[in-house]
């Protein structure tokens, strides 16, 4: 059974750059299919699909993020992290980090496992 932890601060001044990780156990990050994904949910709205890295390392960013967004992966300790820089208060959210096994997806419900998700606020 995979299992996720987020970590990581829960306040961060609008401009700065956020970073989040994800600590997976029960598999490996490298076995074959599964994708690592960050999704947030800001107050009163839905699941928004950040991005996700693969299994083999490669990686796909929301277009609405890209240009800020990054999740690189430490492999040795089994961790990927969320790096989400320019930050403003629009960012503020509930930041989940999910698993899904076999094939990729944009659509958060169908991940199959979750992280406790952890509340980043954004302000001075």
């Known amino acids: 059974q995979v299992q996720l932890l987020e970590s990581g601060p829960g306040l961060v001044k609008p401009s700065q750059t956020l970073s989040l990780t994800c600590t997976v156990s029960?598999?490996?990050?490298?076995?074959?299919?599964?994708?690592w994904t960050w999704i947030r949910q800001p107050p009163g709205k839905g699941l928004e699909w950040m991005g996700a890295?693969?299994?083999?390392?490669?990686?796909e960013y929301s277009p609405s993020l890209k240009s800020r967004s990054s999740i690189p992966r430490d492999t040795s300790k089994n961790q990927f992290t969320l790096q989400l820089s320019s930050v403003t208060p629009e960012d503020t959210a509930v930041y989940y980090c999910?698993?899904?096994?076999?094939?990729?997806?944009?659509?958060?419900?169908?991940?199959?496992?979750w992280g406790q998700g952890t509340q980043v606020t954004v302000s001075s």
């Open positions: 999910a698993a899904k096994y076999f094939r990729p997806s944009y659509d958060p419900e169908e991940y199959d496992y």
């Open positions: 029960g598999d490996s990050i490298t076995t074959t299919y599964y994708y």
């Open positions: 890295i693969a299994y083999g390392g490669w990686s």
